[in-house]
């Protein structure tokens, strides 16, 4: 069988042949199915291998990829985002793999005129945010093997000011990223998206869903949702409640079903919450036409190393996903949050 594959898997792909071609880049709205294919033709040959013996297939974890490092940004010092996204570009060109990093600016201001930073770092303005991502880019652009490709997602997250408008204030930012990169050629190495840490906690479902149909109504760009499932269950395929009034369906809406939300990267920095993730994903998969398909867990362990290490969260994602045949996915990235200095 052949699975409904990550929205990101041919993203890399699609860079390095635009790059090639030097037209424009094509954006990542298609779901592709090579990479699911080879999973499926393996999973099929093992499944039918263990059923011809009479035993019960049990299946590896799939490798995990290096460990992309996320960060908090608690300045506007472009010369700091300069030396990350290096940092970046040295690291794929060692690993050869591609990237995916998110840039966490906080929760947007009332009058969406840029966010107030994490860990009382101040505001900072929508220009600013620009400016620091276009550094990022540029750094690793200049700093990474041709063959490579990040994934960039500009974050902000359902904290202060959550509305339809914030939403398209937030694709207009990555709009304008884009386009400054594209004015420096930076595009064929990096796709820019937005982000969410969207979480129950932080806010209600009803806003959290109305700013990411703000966003979608900016056509052309997409966002990744970074965030928790608080509080939403650990099993079962119905549509379960979650914390402030979120249900399993707005879960599932605001990490996939919107039409502008790429592969989610779900925080995994306990086991519970790759189950609530899973779940997730199931319903989708049962009650909504899909299953979520996740770019790869977030994790936190630098931060708090009594939470869950990369390969920790790694395993216990691919794993819940993989238990189920209607969740069944390979994973493209790992990704954990650092702070930027």
């Known amino acids: 069988m052949l699975y409904d594959q990550p929205r990101n898997v041919w993203k890399p792909v699609l860079a390095r042949f635009t790059r090639a071609l030097r037209s424009t880049r094509a954006r990542s709205s298609e779901r592709v199915l090579l990479a699911g294919a080879r999973v499926a033709t393996l999973l099929g040959i093992f499944a039918l291998l263990g059923s011809l013996a009479g035993i019960s297939t049990a299946f590896a974890v799939q490798a995990k990829p290096p460990t992309d490092w996320s960060f908090y940004i608690n300045s506007s010092s472009t010369s700091k985002a300069y030396t990350l996204g290096c940092n970046q570009g040295h690291s794929d060109t060692t690993s050869g793999a591609n990237s995916e990093v998110i840039l966490a600016f906080g929760g947007q201001l009332s009058n969406n005129s840029g966010t107030e930073m994490t860990f009382g770092a101040g505001n900072i303005s929508n220009g600013a945010i620009e400016a620091v991502a276009e550094a990022f ?87 990744i949702d970074f965030g ?43 086991s519970a919450m790759a189950h609530q993730w899973a779940t997730i994903s199931l319903y989708g998969a049962t009650h909504k036409g899909s299953a979520v398909y996740m770019a790869g867990p977030g994790d936190e362990h630098e931060l708090d190393t009594s939470t869950l290490t990369s390969s920790q969260a790694w395993t216990d994602l691919w794993t819940d996903l993989n238990n189920n045949s209607a969740t069944r996915q390979s994973m493209s990235y790992s990704l954990e949050i650092h702070h930027e200095s």
Do not use: M
């Not at 549509?239 to 369906?249: A, I, K, L, R, Y």
């Open 228 to 270: 928790s499932a608080d509080g939403c269950p650990a099993s079962g395929s119905g549509n379960g409640s979650c914390n402030n009034g979120w249900t399993e369906d707005d879960e599932w809406y605001v990490s996939w079903g919107n039409p502008a939300a790429d592969n989610p990267v779900p925080q995994i920095f306990y």
């Open 137 to 223: 880019s540029h750094g690793y652009t200049g700093c990474h093997n041709a063959s490579t490709v990040l994934t960039l997602g500009i974050g902000t997250n359902n904290n202060i000011s959550v509305t339809y408008t914030g939403g398209q204030t937030w694709a207009n930012v990555v709009k304008a990223v884009n386009t400054s990169n594209a004015s420096h050629g930076y595009e064929y190495d990096v796709i820019v998206e937005g982000a969410n840490d969207i979480e129950p906690g932080f806010g209600g479902a009803s806003a959290a869903r109305s700013w990411a149909q703000g966003f979608a109504s900016v056509p052309g760009y997409r966002y």
